[in-house]
Structures are given as C-alpha cells and as structure tokens.
C-alpha cells in the first residue's frame, strides 16, 4: 500500500507502561490478601503397617475395639454391640463399658499406641446414631474439660446393601 503522505500511516505500538502498572498492583492485592487456612478436620487416619519380617515377634499390635450397629427396617438403631457384649442402644452404657475395658489407655493420638475403636454399621442406618456412638466414645465432660477416651477410631469397610 502506498502512502501519499506521512501523516496518514499510523503508528501501532502498544503502551505497555500502564499495562505493567496494573499487573503488579493486581499482583500486590493478591499477595497481601491472601490468608492460609488451616485444615477443618485433623483426622488420625491409621496405615496398614509392613509385615515384620519373619521370626520377630510383633510386639505392639492391639486389636481394636469393634463397635457393632446394627438398624432396624427404619434406619434406627437396633442395638450396639462391642466386642461381643450386648448394650442395647444405650450410648451411657457404651461409654461405661468403653471406660472400663480401656481403663488408664485413655487418650494417644495417632502416633502412640492408644485404644482405638472400629465402626463397623449397618447400611441404613441413620448418621445420627453413628455421631452418638463417636460422641459416647471419644470424650467426656468434666465441668469446662472435656477428657478424651478414644481419639482413634475407624470405619470398617461398608457392607452392601441388604
């Protein structure tokens, strides 16, 4: 194309000035807005250990508690059983005989070797019972503390739906 005059062509460079300017304060308010949050629910979530290696005995393995519930045709609780022991559906009687069978083991985390409990539920039971059972277990209140009893606990693998 031919121009006739100078003044007729255009010059086309970009003003990268400003656009440098509004990146780096875009920038800047990111950085000073952002907030790390922390994690909501700290869960103890136990790995299947190696297998020792043969000939050494396995010192430090304790079997869980196993706190069975069991739903009625209605998704409400039936009964509870731990260990083979019958409670009815009293969570006050669980958290007794959850007392007495742990006995001075109460409390660990994760990484020692306290009691831990399994839940091992029926399919339809309702997920208010199973809030109940981790409640009677976990803790109990003493005035403003709260003493926990067994901090480590696990679900069983679902059953199918019967």
């Known amino acids: ?8 062509r255009q010059k086309n460079d970009l003003q990268m000035t400003s656009m440098i300017d509004v990146v780096f304060l875009l920038l800047i308010f990111f950085m000073l807005n952002f907030k790390v949050v922390e994690q909501e629910g700290d869960f103890s979530v136990r790995m299947p250990l190696a297998a020792a290696a043969a ?7 304790q079997l869980p508690l196993n706190l069975r519930l069991r739903a009625d045709a209605n998704g409400r609780l039936a009964k509870l059983q731990l ?13 007794a005989t959850v007392l007495s ?23 339809d039971l309702r997920y208010e019972h ?3 059972a981790i409640t009677a277990v976990s803790g109990e209140r003493i005035g403003d503390q709260v003493i926990p009893i067994i901090e480590r606990i696990k679900f069983a693998p679902p059953r199918k739906e019967s």
């Open 1 to 8: 194309m031919i121009f006739r005059n100078e003044s007729e």
């Open 55 to 61: 000939g050494q005995p396995e010192d430090d393995i």
């Open 83 to 95: 260990n083979d022991i019958d409670l009815g559906t009293d969570f006050d009687k669980l958290r």
């Open 101 to 123: 069978l742990v006995g001075d083991q109460r409390g660990g985390s994760a990484r020692d070797s306290g009691p831990e409990l399994e839940i091992d539920t029926d399919y």
């Open 130 to 132: 199973v809030i109940q």
